[in-house]
Nanobody, 124 residues
Framework: QVQLVESGGGLVQTGGSLRLSCATS????????MAWFRQAPGKEREFVAA????????NYADSVKGRFTISRDNAKNTAYLQMNGLKPEDTAVYHC?????????????????WGPGTQVTVSS
């Protein structure tokens, strides 16, 4: 089993930046793909970014491409999401997820472990 805990969320103004962290425990996640999803009130959970094991591949949703950067530090069993140029439409609960696969799925069905989420609020 893998446990995931997100941190780094908060309230920020439009154009600001936040860095989210996803700390994992239970077993090494070096070979697991990791991803960030987000869910706004009344909306479905949507894909934000994903990174393969050993950071060989990355994928981003079009809505965040060029503004967000996903990374990982396997020595610390932690994944990150650097968010720059934040917009009010980025407001959501951000969840990290881990998949027992070398692929980097973009759907929630592709992930086996989930964190409880951290709230990101962007004011206009």
């Amino acid at each position: 089993q893998v446990q995931l805990v997100e941190s780094g969320g908060g309230l920020v103004q439009t154009g600001g930046s936040l860095r989210l962290s996803c700390a994992t425990s239970g077993r090494s996640i070096s070979s697991h793909s990791m991803a960030w999803f987000r869910q706004a009130p009344g909306k479905e959970r949507e894909f934000v970014a994903a990174i393969s094991g050993f950071a060989l591949s990355k994928n981003y949703a079009d809505s965040v491409k060029g503004r967000f950067t996903i990374s990982r530090d396997n020595a610390k069993n932690t994944a990150y999401l650097q968010m720059n140029g934040l917009k009010p439409e980025d407001t959501a609960v951000y969840h990290c997820a881990a998949a027992r696969t070398v692929a980097i799925p973009t759907s929630t069905d592709g992930y086996d472990f989930w964190g409880p989420g951290t709230q990101v609020t962007v004011s206009s």
